[in-house]
């Protein structure tokens, strides 16, 4: 199956920094991308579209301003975490779709804010 | 800090025996379907999808069934195995321009030896 990597896995970082998530999809280009947050225990709940050229799509309740999201190219898009505060400690998963409608995950990458 | 967590629900098999994970989907103009399974610490994993014109698809050991009236999905997986053990996510596509996926809230499967 089609691969979808994601760097770093893991990331602890002081409140009020910024986190850099990245996304790459390593054996097919995807001019869309979606970004996921789950906590313990809960389902994955989509925080925003990321689109090749444009602008993202946030969901209802997802600050854009504070979930940065760049799709600089076909194989890589990047979530930024600004002025990251404990509540922010999460599990983000981001996937693709090397078709039209099925995606393929991220292994996700673990973020805790102290 | 973190959001209290729901406790997920669990099926409970042993080693051999079928499992059968239910699911409810929310919109009746979803019109594909697929089957998640998450080890603890990793993304999900695909196990096999269906569209809405059909109501059964067989894959190796697993067989998703689709019942459209009742919004009702299901994971059958044939001879269980400790290393089946994880949850299990629905999910279905919401065409809203972006082809996006709305989870369901997830099965604990636990296989004993």
């Known amino acids: 199956g089609a691969v979808v990597s994601q760097h770093p896995s893991r990331v602890i970082c002081k409140s009020g920094t910024s986190v850099k998530i990245e996304c790459r999809s390593l054996d097919f280009q995807a001019t869309t991308m979606f970004w996921y947050r789950q906590f313990p225990k809960q389902s994955l709940m989509l925080m925003a579209t990321s689109n090749e050229g444009s602008k993202a799509t946030y969901e209802q309740g997802v600050e854009k301003d504070k979930f940065l999201i760049n799709h600089a190219s076909l194989t890589l898009s990047t979530l930024t975490v600004t002025s990251a505060h404990p509540e922010d400690s999460s599990f983000y998963i981001c996937?693709?779709?090397?078709?039209?409608?099925?995606?393929?995950f991220g292994p996700g990458t673990r973020l805790t804010v102290l | 800090g973190e959001s209290v967590g729901l406790h997920l629900p669990t099926l409970s098999v042993q080693e051999g025996d079928n499992s059968i994970i239910n699911c409810a989907y929310s919109n009746s103009a979803s019109d594909y379907f697929i089957w998640y399974k998450q080890e603890s610490g990793k993304g999900p994993q695909f196990i096999i999808d269906?569209?809405?014109?059909?109501d059964k698809r067989q894959g190796q050991r697993v067989t998703v069934l689709l019942n459209k009236t009742v919004k009702h999905l299901s994971l059958q997986i044939a001879a269980t195995q400790p290393g089946d053990s994880a949850v299990y996510f629905c999910a279905e596509n919401t065409w809203g321009g972006y082809n996006k996926l709305i989870f369901g809230a997830g099965t604990r499967l636990a296989v004993h030896p």
């Open positions: 269906i569209r809405s014109n059909m």
């Open positions: 996937s693709a779709p090397p078709k039209s409608d099925t995606q393929y």
